[in-house]
């Protein structure tokens, strides 16, 4: 149950990297942010999703 609990945070995270990315992209739109905004929102998204997947797996090797 704590494993299905993990992926459901892990789900939310990218869910909410991918609606921050979004968001930076339609401000580019409206030019008031640069295409590196987006490079750094979509990068720094990326090394939290790798975190919490590696958080996850050292989380399922202590609980079995």
């Known amino acids: 149950i704590f494993l299905l609990a993990g992926l459901i945070?892990?789900?939310v995270?990218?869910?909410?990297?991918?609606?921050n990315?979004?968001?930076v992209y339609?401000?580019?739109?409206?030019g008031r942010r640069t295409w590196g905004d987006l490079g750094l929102h979509a990068g720094a998204g990326a090394v939290l999703i790798v975190f919490?997947?590696?958080?996850l797996t050292q989380a399922q090797n202590i609980i079995t």
């Open 52 to 55: 919490v997947v590696f958080l």
């Open 9 to 11: 945070i892990a789900t």
């Open 21 to 23: 990315a979004i968001s």
């Open 13 to 19: 995270i990218f869910i909410v990297v991918t609606t």
């Open 26 to 30: 339609k401000e580019i739109r409206d």
